[in-house]
């Protein structure tokens, strides 16, 4: 949906700030490479540059590869960005957040147990973050075992106890189980921890239409309207509400508009269980 980054480049992000400790200052400030300033052919080229120099200092060949990756991840390719990453974990196999990365990227091919060995590879070498279960109760969640994936995302609610993507996905999880109410206190919780983002709203407008309590979907429709004006699912949400609640052509317009600003969003709404 239009109001959330891919969820690769979400993952790289991170990656590469933490990466980027690895550097002294005057590194990170003159390479694009290591700044990620300019365009992905700079940071490519400058990175390809530095590792073909001849350098020594494993951390930054390290660092090097995983800016790559991070560079081929944003133009979506997939292949390349893992082939850096193999790299970078030849180098040093120790770091945990290279398999989180090489994780995101197979969980974006699709290829999910290669995700999860990653992950299980990550969480042996650090359990403290609770990203590292998030993007495995993603994996297994889009591999078909709900069950599984639950009990990975209570393990992040459980280290980041104040991050909204916890209790989202928990609650997707719980929505999808059909355990509405169990769902609804995690989306509640989200809105309560970030109450200017339009995403907890969504989540929890669409509890309440699956709820058919529409007088509340159609509040928190408008509210994630007000916060990200003609966010698509939401206008979605609102066309459906309007549609359900008066003529069938009540909600045409907003529909119409969310088709013309998402291609396709139609197909995602119908996945959260919604005709």
């Known amino acids: 949906m239009r109001f959330r980054a891919p969820y690769i480049l979400l993952r790289a992000a991170l990656a590469g700030a933490l990466a ?9 400030e003159n390479n694009p490479c290591f700044t990620g300033q300019g365009s992905v ?8 540059a530095y590792i073909a120099s001849g350098s020594t200092d494993k951390d930054q060949l390290i660092r090097a590869h995983s800016v790559r990756a991070m560079a081929f991840s944003a133009i979506r390719d997939l292949d390349a960005a893992i082939t850096e990453l193999n790299t970078a974990i030849k180098l ?28 299980d590879d990550a969480i042996r070498l650090d359990d403290s973050h609770g990203d590292f279960f998030l993007l495995r109760g993603i994996a297994y969640r889009d591999k ?7 009990t990975e995302m209570n393990q992040k609610v459980k280290l980041d106890p104040e991050a909204t993507n916890g209790y989202s996905m ?5 929505r999808a189980r059909k355990e509405y109410d169990l769902a609804l206190a995690d989306f509640d919780q989200a809105i309560k921890i970030d109450r ?10 669409w509890l309440y239409v699956l709820k058919n309590d529409l007088d509340k979907a159609a509040a928190d429709f408008d509210m994630a309207l007000t916060l990200h004006q003609n966010e698509p699912s939401a206008l979605v949400g609102r066309g459906v509400v ?30 959260l269980g919604i005709e």
């Open 41 to 48: 052919k700079e940071v490519l080229d400058s990175c390809a």
């Open 170 to 174: 928990r609650g997707g999880l719980y």
């Open 242 to 271: 309007k549609s359900r609640k008066g003529k069938p052509t009540d909600g045409s317009a907003d529909l119409a508009l969310a088709q013309r600003l998402e291609p396709g969003i139609f197909e995602e709404i119908k996945k």
């Open 144 to 150: 078909g075992d709900l069950d599984r994936a639950l």
């Open 20 to 28: 980027l400790a690895w550097l002294g200052h005057a590194q990170a």
């Open 92 to 119: 040093d196999a120790s770091k945990a957040n290279l398999y989180f990365m090489r994780a995101a990227a197979n969980e974006a091919k699709k290829d999910y147990d290669k995700a999860i060995a990653d992950l």
């Open 196 to 205: 200017d983002g339009a995403k907890g709203y969504i989540d929890r407008g």
